[in-house]
T-cell receptor, first 113, second 112 residues
Framework: EAQVTQNPRYLITVTGKKLTVTCSQN?????MSWYRQDPGLGLRQIYY???????DKGDVPEGYKVSRKEKRNFPLILESPSPNQTSLYFC????????????FGSGTQLSVL | GEDVEQSLFLSVREGDSSVINCTYT??????LYWYKQEPGAGLQLLTY?????DMKQDQRLTVLLNKKDKHLSLRIADTQTGDSAIYFC????????????FGAGTRLAVHP
């Protein structure tokens, strides 16, 4: 089954403790992206990747890092989380940009205390 | 700058039609999308329309695009309780950031 898998589904952590949210897709998609969803703001792009070893900043990249060492994986790294990074995070992938089938993972609810 | 606006809440009676409206700013958008988010779930691509189309129909869903007014709407015929969800309008952004611009989402509540 074609899918985008994120882990963990829920995460509670404390300020300053490094964490990684994993994202994996099994469709050989070139394009992957991370969004955060906040009430009243919709989804905002954090980072995206057009292909292996090619990543770029989205609208709200501050406080986040990503890597794309393999085509299927696109982890989101918070080196020193802060409470304003409490949010619902979504990973998404598509065959290429402009392809209408942008598929989303189920989301990761992160709370930073 | 780019912006997508939607009303935040819509309440309809089961069996009626729902119309969710959206306005966008990037006139060069290639695709415009409607995504559905059910409680505790990710975003599901509901339907999309290419920018050179005026209307697209897919079973109970009708998408209307008014390019002059930069207005997009989603009509759901015979709305059911299973249609209760948050609906996001999104446009492709052509400014080199390779991203979708999302509205804040419209929460649709269907009551008996």
């Amino acid at each position: 089954e074609a899918q985008v898998t994120q882990n963990p589904r829920y995460l509670i952590t404390v300020t300053g403790k490094k964490l990684t949210v994993t994202c994996s897709q099994n469709m050989n998609h070139e394009y992957m992206s991370w969004y955060r969803q906040d009430p009243g703001l919709g989804l905002r792009q954090i980072y995206y990747s057009m292909n292996v070893e090619v990543t770029d900043k989205g609208d709200v990249p501050e406080g986040y890092k990503v890597s794309r060492k393999e085509k299927r994986n696109f982890p989101l790294i918070l080196e020193s989380p802060s409470p304003n990074q409490t949010s619902l995070y979504f990973c998404a992938s598509s065959l290429g940009f402009g392809d209408e089938k942008l598929l989303f993972g189920s989301g990761t609810q992160l709370s930073v205390l | 700058g780019e912006d997508v606006e939607q009303s935040l809440f819509l309440s309809v009676r089961e069996g009626d039609s729902s119309v969710i409206n959206c306005t966008y700013t990037d006139s060069s958008s290639t695709y415009l999308y409607w995504y559905k988010q059910e409680p505790g779930a990710g975003l599901q691509l509901l339907t999309y329309i290419f920018s050179n189309m005026d209307m697209k129909q897919d079973q109970r869903l009708t998408v209307l695009l008014n390019k002059k007014d930069k207005h997009l709407s989603l009509r759901i015929a015979d709305t059911q309780t299973g249609d209760s969800a948050i609906y996001f309008c999104a446009e492709t952004f052509s400014g080199g950031y390779n991203k979708l611009i999302f509205g804040a989402g419209t929460r649709l509540a269907v009551h008996p």
